[in-house]
């Protein structure tokens, strides 16, 4: 009898725990459900051509197997050469001005009472709306030979203004002027969650604003720029609107360059290995950006 009964309270201890279990699992096999046709779609229509393609780069036409051919010819052509790098020049620059003037904005608007904040947060987040063929041809009628620009400055009697138009420097201020927007909203996100006393305790003891900015701002707002230069060199290293319409016909962007040997010479799989040699750049950036979050997300973790 005494078994018995307490063979029944053992049941009864772990029905609610089956019960738990179980309703994990249902709720385990809804979100599956959820995310299922979206990573269908995402595998069927971007990794699976993208892999075939990166492997068709391994091969050449009559070969007998797989083959770095085609990556030997890209770097032995000194105009693929030359696109690569004017590529990660341009990336290069635009991401060191942008970082620089999106700091400037994100810390003013996080930390002045100006009246002028909500004008300049307007102002920060208008290109955002603005197509990038738009803020093209609005940067060509500003600064091009013809633009306001060089016609004030010859009303004022200066001369030897340079155009940036169809130059290096024009698709790099078209570039910023597009990306101004996330950048500043990812490092005000990131501001906002600084607390507010760290800053208050620094000031109480003496810090100035740059010893605050360098020894308590930026070492907290570290992964917001780690994002920021991610997401930022991503977008610009395979950018294609502005950087056609502002840049010079040569060197060319890596995009320009896929696009006009594709379409214009017909040349498949020569573009394919540009493609695939642009998507290798690109997983550096989209590795550093999944490293930071995962890391921030299992200090969270952990904390928890």
């Keep these: 009898m005494a078994s018995t009964a307490a063979g029944a309270q053992d049941r009864r201890i772990a029905a609610p725990g089956a019960a738990v279990m179980a309703a994990r699992r249902g709720h385990a096999a809804f979100g599956l459900a959820l ?23 391994f091969f050449v036409d009559g070969g007998s197997g797989p083959t770095l051919a085609n990556y030997a010819a890209f770097f032995s052509d000194a105009r693929s050469v030359s696109n690569l790098l004017f590529t990660v020049e341009v990336t290069t620059a635009t991401l060191a001005i942008l970082l620089a003037i999106g700091l400037m904005l994100a810390l003013y608007l996080r930390f002045s009472h100006s009246r002028l904040i909500g004008a300049i947060q307007i102002l920060a987040l208008f290109p955002l709306f603005v197509p990038g063929i738009v803020i093209s041809f609005a940067l060509i009628r500003f600064l091009g030979p013809t633009g306001v620009v060089p016609m004030v400055l010859r009303s004022l009697g200066i001369a030897g203004y340079q155009t940036p138009y169809l130059h290096p420097s024009g698709a790099v201020i078209g570039l910023v002027w597009e990306n101004i927007p996330l950048t500043v909203m990812l490092l005000t996100a990131g501001l906002a969650q600084i607390p507010q006393s760290a800053i208050e305790a620094a000031r109480d003891v003496g810090a100035g604003a740059l010893r605050i900015l360098l020894s308590i701002i930026l070492p907290q707002l570290t992964r ?4 920021v230069i991610s997401l930022n060199f991503l977008g610009i290293f395979g950018s294609f609107t502005v950087p056609y319409i502002l ?15 594709f379409s214009e010479l017909h040349l498949g799989s020569i573009a394919e290995t540009q493609a695939a040699i642009t998507f290798l750049v690109c997983l550096v950036a989209g590795a550093i950006y999944t490293a930071a979050v995962f890391r921030d997300t299992a200090r969270g973790g952990a904390a928890a």
């Design 224 to 227: 917001s720029i780690i994002v």
């Design 35 to 57: 995310v299922g046709p979206a990573f269908a779609l995402m595998v069927l229509v971007v990794l699976a051509p993208a892999a075939a393609t990166l492997v068709r780069t």
């Design 247 to 261: 840049g010079p016909a040569a060197p060319q962007m890596m995009s320009i360059f896929m696009q006009r040997t």
